[in-house]
């Protein structure tokens, strides 16, 4: 029952890791965490260069949530330069969910099977990270 962030390439691409069962306190701690990362990046790239997240939730084993956490969510992100959210799981009805809430917002939003396919995606989206994104990339945390 924990949630990660860190950076997969430094102030351009967001790594979150959600793991067990995840409740809205949590995502409300992540958000915290992720909108000041992506404040500081906003300020180093200037509103040129847009801020993605991969979000892998391969490993959630239950997700609950509000509808006021979700909606804090949302209205934090608008204010954000934020480029896409994509979401990693196997899981079709976490992806669904995921989708509606990120559909409620107005943020631009994909989802998939795996992290290769949200690696593809993202090289084709954004072609100012395709050569970073053909480097070896670390999805581990420091603790895994």
């Given at each position: 029952?924990?949630?990660?962030?860190?950076?997969?390439?430094?102030?351009?691409?967001?790594?979150?890791q959600f793991s067990g069962e995840?409740?809205?306190?949590?995502?409300?701690?992540?958000?915290?965490?992720?909108?000041?990362?992506?404040?500081?990046?906003?300020?180093?790239?200037?509103?040129?260069?847009?801020?993605?997240?991969?979000?892998?939730?391969?490993?959630?084993?239950?997700?609950?949530?509000?509808?006021?956490?979700?909606?804090?969510?949302?209205?934090?992100?608008?204010?954000?330069?934020?480029?896409?959210?994509?979401?990693?799981?196997?899981?079709?009805?976490?992806?669904?969910?995921?989708?509606?809430?990120?559909?409620?917002?107005?943020?631009?939003?994909?989802?998939?099977?795996?992290?290769?396919?949200?690696?593809?995606?993202?090289?084709?989206?954004?072609?100012?990270?395709?050569?970073?994104?053909?480097?070896?990339?670390?999805?581990?945390?420091?603790?895994?």
């Amino acid at each position: 029952m924990t949630i990660k962030v860190k950076w997969l390439i430094e102030n351009r691409v967001m790594l979150a890791q959600f793991s067990g069962e995840i409740d809205s306190e949590q995502i409300e701690s992540y958000l915290d965490e992720s909108l000041a990362m992506r404040d500081d990046a906003n300020e180093v790239n200037g509103r040129d260069a847009l801020v993605h997240t991969i979000t892998d939730g391969t490993q959630v084993t239950k997700q609950s949530s509000d509808l006021g956490t979700i909606r804090k969510i949302m209205t934090s992100l608008r204010q954000q330069s934020v480029g896409w959210s994509l979401y990693v799981s196997e899981n079709k009805i976490d992806r669904f969910m995921s989708a509606m809430a990120h559909q409620f917002g107005g943020i631009r939003y994909q989802s998939f099977a795996t992290m290769e396919e949200a690696i593809e995606f993202l090289k084709e989206n954004d072609v100012t990270l395709k050569d970073m994104l053909d480097e070896p990339l670390d999805f581990s945390f420091a603790d895994d």
